[in-house]
């Protein structure tokens, strides 16, 4: 076993090497925000997916063997077995279905995935197991929900996602279950699952559908008065069930769709200004929120009690460096909700801070990858939807790893697409389908006007 920790050792030099070289090659894509080219597309593609395939087999080499018991390390084989297969075969339909320009955005989904994934095992072996169903639903539904059901992704079917969104709200308060204060997971038999998740996504349709609306531009500030009561009344249905991290990533998103949609900063500034004061009586009326902006604030005054999480986070981002301990030798079983909340902390103990910010850098890349979609488009509302989608999963990523960070006060969300959450794995693919389908969608249409312009 000896020789086997000097190989973890080695293995944060490959890690990091296969890490960087991904995140260098992968922002090559990204015109106009870079200004670099490393080759051709197929070329750059591959090598992406030969960095994505080591750091997975790598990692899940080391859980092997790590584990004493034949049985369960079997199972780690068969799960780790799976999720290759997931990037091959997924991979592989992309390039069937002729989406090659959309495969840097999948190899980015998929790294970060994979660095959720391998955490989940190392920490949580039957929490990693339930994951791989959500792994194999969202693929399913990222590669077919977008074309299957393109007549849903309309401007006129704002009524649809208002039904939808309404739904999502409503359910927790019949068939909510309490977990840690909020009323924000819905179980109606085996089926277990968070509305929320869902909602956001539906909000986004409905406020690109009725801000993109020609008759509600003319009315001016008059046309935003039903979107915006719409809006208020789903955040007070999740002040209600306490989702207060819902609350920040519904009404944050809200505002830069309403930034783009009006080219004014009248409304998100004083967007900004409620929200300041809306945060002050959220102090004075929640007591968990008060324990936590005190465990913000100064964590070290009570560090066995409401600052023990965020003392324990930082210990583990710290400690180890750029390198971190190896996976499989650190202690992120010590922090409190190390495979939810705290997951970025506990990658960045074993893994090392370097892959932490890889990790962030991916994020920044999707992000980039749905304005690079967002400026292809001229119809408002295709744009308002691709840039409500990049608005989710930036001020998501804000939202929980700026709390880990303690940049901010910690509220319970998810990381995308790294966190224990079948619902949140399943919605975030989703909406990585559907920038590949919108990404796709302008791609032909750019290719059939040139045709156009050449037969003239």
């Excluded at 490959?14 to 890490?19: D, K, W």
């Excluded at 199972?75 to 780790?80: F, L």
């Excluded at 990858?369 to 308002?384: D, E, G, N, P, W």
Aim: hydrophobic share 55%; proline share 3%.
């Amino acid at each position: 076993m000896g020789y086997f920790n000097i190989m973890i050792l080695l293995s944060r030099y490959i890690f990091a090497g296969f890490g960087i070289l991904f995140v260098v090659v992968a922002f090559s894509f990204m015109k106009p925000f870079v200004h670099y080219n490393l080759g051709a597309r197929k070329e750059k593609n591959r090598l992406l997916s030969i960095c994505l395939y080591f750091f997975h087999l790598a990692g899940v080499s080391i859980l092997m063997g790590k584990q004493t018991d034949e049985a369960l390390r079997l199972s780690i084989g068969i799960n780790g077995l799976i999720m290759l297969l997931i990037f091959v075969f997924s991979l592989l339909i992309l390039k069937m279905m002729k989406r090659h320009q959309e495969l840097v955005l999948w190899q980015m989904m998929f790294f970060i995935m994979d660095i959720g994934f391998l955490m989940l095992e190392r920490l949580n072996h039957d929490i990693a197991s339930k994951q791989m169903i959500a792994y194999i639903l969202g693929a399913g539904i990222a590669l077919i929900f977008p074309s299957l059901f393109s007549v849903l992704i309309k401007p006129q079917n704002k009524y649809f996602y208002l039904v939808i969104l309404g739904i999502t709200m409503v359910l927790p308060f019949a068939f909510g279950d309490t977990i840690y204060g909020a009323t924000n997971w819905v179980s109606i038999g085996p089926l277990s699952f968070q509305p929320s998740e869902i909602g956001k996504v539906a909000l986004v349709l409905f406020l690109a559908s009725t801000l993109s609306d020609g008759e509600r531009r003319k009315q001016g500030y008059k046309g935003l008065i039903f979107p915006g009561a719409v809006t208020l009344v789903s955040l007070g249905c999740l002040v209600l069930q306490k989702d207060l991290g819902a609350v920040l990533l519904y009404y944050l998103t809200t505002l830069i769709m309403l930034l783009v949609a009006t080219q004014s900063f009248v409304i998100p500034g004083l967007g900004i200004l409620a929200a300041s004061c809306g945060s002050v009586v959220m102090y004075f009326l929640f007591s968990h929120v008060r324990v936590r902006v005190e465990a913000w604030l100064n964590p070290w005054a009570d560090i066995n009690g409401a600052g023990y999480q965020v003392v324990q986070g930082l210990f583990a981002i710290g400690t180890w460096g750029w390198l971190g301990s190896g996976l499989t030798r650190g202690m992120p079983t010590k922090i409190p909700m190390n495979i939810s909340d705290y997951i970025f902390a506990a990658v960045c103990e074993e893994f090392g801070v370097l892959i932490g910010i890889i990790v962030l850098l991916c994020y920044l890349g999707i992000i980039l990858l749905c304005l690079q979609v967002a400026f292809r488009y001229s119809h408002a509302f295709y744009r308002l939807v691709i840039v409500g989608i990049a608005s989710l999963f930036g001020l998501q990523v804000f939202i929980i790893i700026g709390g880990v960070l303690k940049l901010i006060p910690l509220t319970g969300i998810t990381t995308p697409f790294m966190s224990a959450g079948g619902t949140s794995i399943i919605v975030s693919m989703g909406m990585i389908g559907l920038i590949t389908y919108f990404s796709y969608k302008a791609r032909i249409g750019e290719e059939k006007g040139e045709k156009a312009r050449e037969a003239r």
